[in-house]
């Protein structure tokens, strides 16, 4: 006989699986609403627009981040490659001011792809865990951007009038920075979804001995995550070009703790096998709007960062819960009942 | 007699040989699997039967001989190329991956894909409720593997083993953690299998369950072939003679004790799903052996009594004095020792030196005012490594740098110079060279004629019967027999183990 009914475990399984976003969305309005009634102008289209474009580097960064944290590994480097995609891209265009911008935006994405390389190859091949490897490249990176930067600053006045309408512009009231995100989000999502090599993220993450067993190629597809991951934090490097204008040697300096917070909030599971990259990104919203928030609210600086770690700590927290109510209520009932 | 001609076997093993290091654990073994027929693989522990299932999975490769598929020879570089060959394994405990539902744990790899090839899900589920349907078992494909009880995780590797149109199945052990039900039930879904033209390889200690099953059988016994042939002229017995069929050897120097008053005294000891009433005592001056099959609770009492883990009921006695259980600190001040199983992670601090090994166990008796000196750890060392004859370059080494042997020595050094009454010793001789062993015997049996009491796990026959007093015998968790040494025959104790107490 044939189940027609979805079962009380999938049931189970789907509803946790949910919760997770709901309880993003629904933090989200916790935060907004009475912010709101503060300042109603938090709430207004160009309020929103803002929210959204704050949210945006860390939401990309995220994205990429996930495809390395389902694997059971991390990805510390983003923020050093970001921030040497930055400022090679934005040199680039200052030497060469005839440079077309999407050419800018593909060396940028370039840069990051080779950083990424490097990462995969360590951890896939050179079977040294992730978190030495990309700690290690985060400052590799960092150095070497610094080296090359030798102190200079790019400035607005030397990047392309167009790179700099990009960073502000919009396409039908959105900003052009938030559909990009948006792009680089859906696609992550897609792939990590519906494509075989993206579940085989899922199943390493999962288990990995017995990934090897069902033959799957474990070191390829943990080299792709770390070169997505790469690749998307250069784009996210010539991104920042396009909105900040002005470039150091220190551009996203500690960005990719925010980013495993961000990835970590949304619900994927730090030691890999679940989570899903809209979760991630909605994660990075809910940050940034955090963080927006108590601007609005004249909450002093320095407790932004003590409630971004607590919420950190309170979202583990509640995702351990889960999986272990999640694991017994599994346990609990046979599934014979169909 | 007029045979009709047997259908070509779809896998073949010929003469096939694989060692690890100086450990031959198969030496010309050959197998054939025939389409439609259940082949039942015995043997007994450390025969080289998971070694032969590793070699069809691909996970191995063998030194020598041919593996043959639908009578070409094969080279397997990896378990892809196995599965690609038709052969799928079930492990005895199945590794699916719980994050992910059943459906993608059956097709991991070969998701049946859609338009731009992504993953047609829907396509998916229905696939794999029609493969539950072929096996008549229900469950839900979008569920979550993580939870599914062991018999269901099978259930679903044998879907992922019809899924690519596996033709030999291997069960490695399938029913040792099922229910009776369960097992009806995988023995229906194994008949399914047959009646579609598989061949099964089917791996269990339990005779009963292989008589119901297999047609056929082949014994392994020290890596080697022994016999292979039909069941159905077959008696349990006639298996078992098989399976050890062994001359005792004189390796196992027991010297004659009279044994002396009772020191350890086991009451009905309980453990909830891993062992169950389980009643013994040792006396001094004596050596019990405790035997049964991988899994039979022997491990598992050894550790409840030393107090790592709880038990739920029964007490345990100790030189008359009753033993506060769960509690290691509280074992050894009774004077119990144990030398546990897995010598490197259990019984040594493998990157300490050897002589910070040996004094572990007595850092309360070498310490002044909280301080360790370092001279008195070294002369404790010193003087049991002299008595135990500790071949090291020099103390200070790292335990890991010892051969099997001599870091068994050092576990025992450890021990002894507590000076215990009573001496638990888990598998003590488990790869170890032949002259070590003999003498890790030598000292045990020293050790019970100063008077201790030793309680030895063991899934060496010879070495149970060579050296015990009395022979326990371990069955699921209970204490199915308790043998003199007059009485003690392999055949006996491997008939207790398999669960077949002889009346």
Redesign the interface.
Known sequence: ???AA??R??RV?DLVGRARELGIVVALALVVIPTAFVNPRFVEAQGIRDLLLNASVVAVLAAGQTLVVVTRNVDLSVGSVLGISAFLTAQTFADHPGMPIVVGMLLGTLIGLVCGAVNGLLVAVGRVPSLVVTLGTLYVFRGVDFALAQGTQINATNLPDELLAMGNGRLFGIPVLVLITLAVVAAAA?YL????SG??L??I???P????????PVPRRVFTAFLLSGTVAGLAGALWVARYGTVDAAAGTGLELQVVAAVVVGGV?IFG??GTVVGAALGALLLGTIASCLVVLRIPAFWQQAISGALLIGAITVDRLLALR??R???GR???D? | MDLPPDPPPLVVLDGVAKSFGAVQALSDVSIALVAGEAHALLGENGAGKSTLIKTLAG?HRPDSGRVLVDGVEVRFS???DA?AAGIAVIYQEP??????SIA?NVY??R?P?KAG???DTKAMHAHT??L??RLGV???????A????IA?QQVVEIAKALSFDARVVVMDEPTAALSAREVERLFDVVEVLRAQGTAVLFVSHRLDEVFALCQRATVLRDGRHVWDGPLEDETPDGLVRRMVGRELSALFPKQDTDAGEVLLDVRRLTREGVFTDVSFTVRAGEIVGLSGLVGAGRTEVARAVFGIDGVDAGEVFVNGRKLKLGSPTAAMAAGIGLVPEDRRQQGLVVDASVERNVALASLGRLSRFGLLSRRSEQRLAQDWALKLRIKTARLGAPAATLSGGNQQKVVLAKWLSRRPSVLIVDEPTRGIDVGTKAEVHRLLSELAGEGVAVLMISSELPEVLGMADRVLVMHEGRLVDDIPRADATEERVALAAAGRVAS
């Open positions: 006989m044939t189940t979805p079962s475990a999938r399984a897609l979804r519906s494509y075989r579940r085989d899922y199943a993450g999962s288990n001995e017995a990934a090897v067993l069902a033959g799957i599971a096998g679940s999640l694991a209520e599994l346990r046979s599934d014979h169909g | 996970v990896g378990p892809a599965k590794m699916l991956f719980g994050d992910l993608e991991t790899g998701q894909l090839r992504r993953i409720a029609a539950f349907d229900v469950l839900d494909p979008a569920r979550p993580r939870g599914l009880s269901d």
